[in-house]
């Protein structure tokens, strides 16, 4: 039958078809009608994909099966999972069905990426992991999205396998009832969705208006698909029941309103027959069909006379059609209805357990011998059009009918089906631990400890979701108290793992209501920190959270104190609880029994006091740097600590030696953390060919993983990039979109860095009053702007700009007020900026020693202020009219800015050399001005030797991916081999000094 009012649909279905088979004659060949396609669907070119979204029964299911067809048709390959209601708790149910078929492909992916896939899809070898026990009380909640680590992995996995599928015929990949995926599965499609644009792979994805989905933010085009117009759904059911009564057809079209499914399904009711027929057009079957509809007399309209939901009208019409079939039949039906699996096999073995010569004590349904429940029992079901058959699987025709059926069964009766399924899946012991509870009244303790097991399967394989619908499922069914509060309490630790904040706050007010000791409690109160950083939390967490940690230390649980004070440090970046509170934190810390060398304790001691401390802090992250690269995470926390005692090119060091292993463990949620630090510290060394591609992916993985402060950190480097490279316009629009995500939150960092962003921006510009403005802001205690110990790290740009406006007599204020500061804290940052500011606000007696003393410092790893050193002091010699001098200076710092990508501060450098009487060649282009970050990216991986399949690893693309950026980059640097584009970028490294 056609799609009748589908046609702009269908168009653009087809155009998505066409585009991916590189072919516009698709239609011609069994296609789906004339192309054309719709605006919210375009630019869908060689991949891409869509996303249909509609009530139930609108006809997505219809439209997607005309795609498939017409694909199929057309020399493409097609994959399909459907999400089930049943199988929204079992980890990467969706996944395993959608690449099932071509699961021999796995073994060819590289190790880790096999090993994750494998164990996600159930073809893994290592044994069931032992469950926690119940008493075993949360340690700690880990940094946010770490529960997305086997997510990504399998996630990259997937997309690598996908892609060499459609490497030997493009692919479409259809995913329909998106809603009911389990979380892991829609993660893992969302990930691939958002990287297949270079892929010969389409997505076609399906969604219930209203229902939530990690694929609703994949980039997926929109396709709303709403109820047909008059003409059209009068065309579909004089299609489906011709013949009928006037009144009757009007009645139908009215209660239908437009919906596909009701206008095939309801006039069922009317004929007693199927959805074709010649006449039943009656008195007594437009009566049947007014009570089908749930009507009492009224005409859609309940009791209470209010009119009857169309999908609740359809239900009873299915319930309808069900209760006819004979008992077996029924009996089956509710089987495959509670059965997350479309096995015939399965539905038929537990039916005999049901309808066997000594059925399972307690179902009302009749006992009579049954050999084997064969197939034929099913018959009637297929017959009544309630399901199909086929490849020996049974589907429903639509999710409304089997809902509907189970919703029709006495609860004894669903219960015993679940046992049977249970007893079915001996072998399968998550899904009869679900199938057990599911039959399970009150309170068992064998359940719930199989529900635990299940749980630690799905964390084992990084389905967080999963594992937090176990233990929730478990703490129901527990016997005593303390097991279930400690059951809830371990399911919220998950649930904030996994980002979901909404569920860890109903699991821990659940635990509260069951009751908790003091120490619970508080650990139950903590929990909730876990979002964000706490950033949008009161200051007086930081205090309540060194408390917390030191009471738990003192009852002889150190790692979840050094978790809970980790997190307090961390607040103490992110905003400024006060000295007091700063002080409570290094007390708890110094009181930990760890050593002194600890890196987590080296990093907490960095966030709450990185100038007192600051000699201890970088005498600590010196000894531990000789072994970087051995621990990912270890890395990171020291990278973070270098930061904030100002060990800028320590900082970038330890980040780019975590960002490695973090992205090879598939630990995306820490990655962009590592990125971000690695970025903004590049960019203050004036290494923009590293800041910029870490920049860029550090903002994506963190906008992708549901990190928006470190977002917003990673924008403002943007930004910060931008305002150096001299293209201010793109500065103040990433400056001001970091602002609106750091702002209401008051996010110092993120803030810190825009105002130094937007005081660059001006400073190119020549406006210096602003630059002073927007700089100053940093070192005001009363500014959101201000972070401790970021204050310190910009003073060559304050001092300048200061120098520029007029404002000398301010900046020198600030400067004395840190001096004594800079007695007693080593921070390189801080030393780098007050020797330049010395030497540009000296008495001209003094400026020329103080500045040769500057020059002498060892800046090798900061070749951007070694470049505006000379850049300050060549200026100052030219206005002394010692012009030869200066030349050598300024030429110094002229090619130091060209070779750093520091466009902005080159052109000063040519505009003193003219000054001083000397001309420069312009300034050619680079490699940043011609790519994109992720371009430059790819490029330096490129260069470095690594095949297209290594950087695919590295940065969670597919190699074919990375092969179709490599096509573009290499026009754009006018190379045509990896050896040129090694030569060309070894032009942009930063200067030997």
Known sequence: MPLYGRKAELAALADLIADLRGRSDLQDRGGLGDSGGLPHCGGLRNGGGVLIR???GIGKSALVAEAASAASAAGLRVLTTTG???????????????????????????????????????LGEDPEPAATQPGTPPDGAVSSGAAQTGVFLVGLAALTLLAEVAAARPLLVVVEDAHWLDRASADVLAFVARRIESEPIAMIVTLREGEPSPLLEAGLAAMPVGRLTGEAAAELLDATAPGLAPPVRARLLEEAAGNPLALTELPATVTGLGTTGSGGSGGSGAMGAMGAMGTTGAGGLGAGGSLVPLGERLERAFTARYATLPAPARTALLVAALNESESVAETLAATARLLGPEPLTGTSVPAQPLAGAEVEILVPAVEARLVELGGGTIRFRHPLMRSAIPAAAPLPDRRRAHLALAETLGEQPVRRAWHRAAATAGPDEGVAAELDRAAAEARRRGAAAAAVAALEEAARLSEEREGKALRLLRAAELAVESGRRDVAERLVAEAREVGLSPRRRATAAWLLSGFEDGVREDVSRVRELAGLAASIAAEGHVEPAVRILWGAA???????????????????????????RDPRLVAIVAYAAPFERGESVLGGLRELAGAAGADPEVDRYLGSAAMQVGAFDLAARLSAAAAPGLRAQGRLGLLPRALAVQAWTSARLGDLATAVPAAEEAARLAGETGQPFMYGLATAVQAEIAALRGDSERARALADEAERVALPAGARPVLATVQLARGLAAMSEGRFDDAYADLSRILDPTDPACQLALRACFLAELTEAALRAGRVAAVRDVLHGLEPLAASAPSPALHVGLRYARAVLAPEEEAEELFAAALRADLTAWPAERARLHLAFGEWLRRRRRAVESRMHLRTARDAFDALGLAAWGERARLELRGAGESSPSRDPDAWDRLTPHELSIAQLAAEGLTNREIGQRLYLSHRTVGTHLHRIFPKLGVSSRADLARVLQTYERPDE
């Open 570 to 596: 961390m607040r103490c970046f992110w905003s400024e609880p006060g000295q007091d509170a700063r002080r409570l934190v290094l007390s708890v810390a110094d009181d930990l029994p760890l050593p002194a």
């Open 84 to 122: 089930v209601q049943a199988e929204r708790d079992l980890a990467y149910a969706g996944l395993h069905q959608l690449l099932y078929p071509v699961r021999a492909a796995v073994d060819t992916l590289p190790a880790r990426q096999r090993t994750a896939l494998r164990d996600a899809l159930g």
């Open 54 to 56: 509609g009530e139930a």
